[in-house]
């Protein structure tokens, strides 16, 4: 058999840029897919040292001609729809274009793959938000989903139509319903990144202090270049079938801010409560963490915690960056980062 395609939708995203990396260590051939931006920017590729070998290539899940053109053209054997509007507050703001993207677009490509290759085996980035307000703990593939957000819902259709066209159609059509996965790539919205990127520029006095929502939120953090594995291996499965990606553990934000303060080398001790709380630096008094209701959610997620066995025993995949080690890679990459960003800005 000759070298496999794989086009990867979200090339410019977080697993984007770690599975693209991952299947040209396999040998595959990489069409990457970027709606277009602006400022043409691949610098989660250039991290990982692969922007020249992956084929960029315009495509935009809202243009259906677009979806059909590429397929058409490149005949991927493996397709992995990684794209997204995937910031649960954003979705509060703008749940059309959520939907739109989340929804209506993973039915694009599946019509796109009907009609020209369905053949092809085909990959969903479904998500631990579905569960949204759990009604079991822990969640496994068997657990009723409960969307808490217009991202959750989108999320939710994505879900049911890529079941629906495996069933229907015959094509070989999975979800990955991952849980939180997070890396020094991570989009700087996010929790985990806004607080190791916020604690280094503290630590570098670039700024006073970082602003959060509602700390006792917990989810299961896993670490995103293991999970770009799994989605692989669920492609090459004999049979398609949905799985739970997670670590099996569950962790507030309040426990991500005081590991990656305690890595930083802060002092923290919390004081207050609600949106008056505050965390401190002991050792120089200074308030580093504030609360504001700006970062609440109309209808939150509590908990989140998988349960990832039917991977492990169909797959053999398993998760193997403990927490811990998750929040010291981030806040040792943000700290290099902005020390080479300092430096960067002494020399101009
Ligand atoms: P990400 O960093 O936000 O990447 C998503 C990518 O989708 C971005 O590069 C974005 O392009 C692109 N995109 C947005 N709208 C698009 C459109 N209309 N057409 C084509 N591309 C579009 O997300 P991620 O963390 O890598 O996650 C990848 C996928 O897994 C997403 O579908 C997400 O919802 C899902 N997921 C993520 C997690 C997680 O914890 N990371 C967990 C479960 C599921 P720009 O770069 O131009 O903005
Ligand atoms: N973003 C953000 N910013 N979240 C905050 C903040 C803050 O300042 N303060 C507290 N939080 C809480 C949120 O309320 C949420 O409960 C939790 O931190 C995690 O928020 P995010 O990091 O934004 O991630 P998410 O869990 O909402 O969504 C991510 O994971 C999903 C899988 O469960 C995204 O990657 C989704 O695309 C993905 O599907």
């Not at 290539?57 to 794209?83: C, F, G, Q, S």
């Not at 801010?257 to 050792?283: N, P, S, Y």
Request: proline share 4%; net charge neutral; glycine share 8%.
């Amino acid at each position: 058999m000759g070298v496999k395609r794989a086009l990867i939708t979200g090339i410019r995203g977080q697993d984007g840029a770690y599975l693209a990396k991952f299947l040209l260590e396999k040998g595959y051939e990489v069409i990457g897919g970027d709606r277009r931006s602006s400022d043409g920017d691949y610098w989660r590729l250039k991290a990982l040292g692969i922007d020249k070998e992956v084929k960029i290539v315009y495509l935009d899940l809202l243009e259906l001609t677009n979806i059909m053109r590429v397929i058409d053209k490149y005949k991927p054997d493996e397709v992995y729809n990684l794209a997204a509007q995937s910031f649960v507050q954003a979705s509060f703001e703008q749940p059309l274009l959520t939907s739109e993207v989340n929804a209506l677009g993973v039915l694009r490509i599946l019509e796109a793959l009907r009609v020209f290759m369905p053949e092809v085996r085909f990959y969903q980035a479904s998500t631990s938000e579905l569960f949204g307000k759990v009604q079991a703990i822990p969640q496994d593939e068997n657990t009723p989903f409960y969307p808490r957000s217009p991202y959750g819902v989108s999320k939710l259709f994505a879900f049911w139509i890529t079941k629906n066209y495996r069933e229907a159609y015959g094509m070989f059509a999975v979800n990955g319903i991952l849980f939180n996965h997070e890396s020094p790539l991570r989009g700087l919205e996010f929790v985990t990144r806004k607080i190791t990127y916020g604690l280094a520029r503290i630590k570098y006095g670039l700024q006073d202090k970082i602003i959060l929502g509602n700390l006792e939120a917990k989810r299961d953090w896993g670490y995103a270049p293991e999970y770009v594995e799994a989605m692989w291996l669920m492609l090459q499965a004999d049979t398609p079938e949905d799985y739970v990606v997670a670590t099996g553990e569950t962790h507030s934000v309040r426990e991500f801010v005081e590991i990656a303060a305690e890595v930083c080398g802060f002092q923290l001790v919390w004081k207050g409560k609600g949106t008056e709380e505050r965390g401190i630096d002991q050792k120089t008094g200074k308030t580093i963490i504030e609360i504001s209701s700006e970062f609440y959610r109309p209808a939150e997620v509590d908990i989140l915690l998988g349960n990832p066995r039917k991977i492990y025993e169909k797959l053999g995949w398993k998760p193997r960056t403990s927490f811990r080690e998750l929040v010291q890679i981030m806040m040792e990459a943000d700290l290099k980062l902005v020390s080479s960003q300092v430096r960067a800005h002494r020399t101009l």
